[in-house]
């Protein structure tokens, strides 16, 4: 394993091969992730997995909240019931969704400090699973703000703050390398 040239070439997948991941290597992928920096060793970040069956629930909750929210209008018009039907087959087509998420702290610093270990454990999971040929795609949607998605997958949205939904499954599609801004266009160094 190249760290170096993992950072590197990993994407960001939009397009996912049908065949689900196998669960040795999903929690492979999530105990590396377990390594990220994290303070008081609290380890916060947790982590609800739908597949299966189960994305159907979360499909569902997530399509609510969108009309709730007015992203999808809430009417039975043809266009709108065709267009819930494309993303609900966009979303079941993905092999799992993990919500990413830990409990909120009181203390301002403290809430940083938590969001900022549970941001660093979902960069080890992308970095870990591209290592097993594992596509992600980390998502910050409306719904996440949502109170009732929140109560409708079971989180107490006054105790818990969701980082990000991870889609997580096989590449069907790789983009290219778009490059990076040369960092010493964004690098101040102060020497006196």
Same mark, same amino acid.
Request: a negative charge.
């Given at each position: 394993?190249?760290?170096?040239?993992? !950072?590197?070439?990993?994407?960001?997948?939009?397009?996912?091969?049908?065949?689900?991941?196998?669960?040795?290597?999903?929690? +492979?992928?999530?105990?590396?992730?377990? *390594?990220?920096?994290?303070?008081?060793?609290?380890?916060?970040?947790?982590?609800?997995?739908? +597949?299966?069956?189960?994305?159907?629930? #979360?499909?569902?909750?997530?399509?609510?909240?969108? +009309?709730?929210?007015?992203?999808?209008?809430?009417?039975?018009?043809?266009?709108?019931?065709?267009?819930?039907?494309?993303?609900?087959?966009?979303?079941?087509?993905?092999?799992?969704? =993990?919500?990413?998420?830990?409990?909120?702290?009181?203390?301002?610093?403290?809430?940083?400090?938590?969001?900022?270990?549970?941001?660093? #454990?979902?960069?080890?999971?992308?970095? =870990?699973?591209?290592?097993?040929?594992?596509?992600?795609?980390?998502?910050?949607?409306?719904?996440?703000?949502?109170?009732? *998605?929140?109560?409708?997958?079971?989180?107490?949205?006054?105790?818990?703050?969701?980082?990000?939904?991870?889609?997580?499954?096989?590449?069907?599609?790789?983009?290219?390398?778009?490059?990076?801004?040369? !960092?010493?266009?964004?690098?101040?160094?102060?020497?006196?």
């Amino acid at each position: 394993m190249d760290i170096l040239k993992t !950072i590197r070439e990993r994407r960001s997948i939009r397009s996912f091969k049908k065949h689900e991941v196998d669960h040795d290597i999903l929690e +492979q992928i999530f105990t590396y992730g377990s *390594f990220a920096p994290t303070h008081y060793m609290k380890e916060s970040w947790r982590i609800k997995m739908y +597949q299966e069956d189960g994305k159907k629930f #979360f499909i569902d909750a997530v399509m609510a909240s969108y +009309q709730r929210i007015g992203m999808v209008k809430d009417n039975n018009e043809p266009k709108t019931l065709q267009m819930i039907k494309s993303m609900k087959e966009f979303l079941m087509n993905i092999p799992h969704h =993990a919500v990413i998420y830990f409990e909120r702290e009181e203390d301002p610093i403290r809430y940083e400090e938590e969001y900022a270990s549970v941001s660093a #454990f979902i960069q080890n999971c992308q970095l =870990a699973a591209w290592e097993y040929g594992v596509g992600m795609l980390w998502t910050i949607t409306p719904y996440m703000h949502d109170a009732e *998605f929140l109560r409708d997958i079971g989180l107490d949205g006054e105790r818990m703050k969701i980082v990000g939904v991870l889609q997580i499954g096989y590449p069907e599609v790789i983009s290219r390398n778009k490059g990076r801004t040369p !960092i010493d266009e964004k690098l101040e160094i102060i020497k006196s």
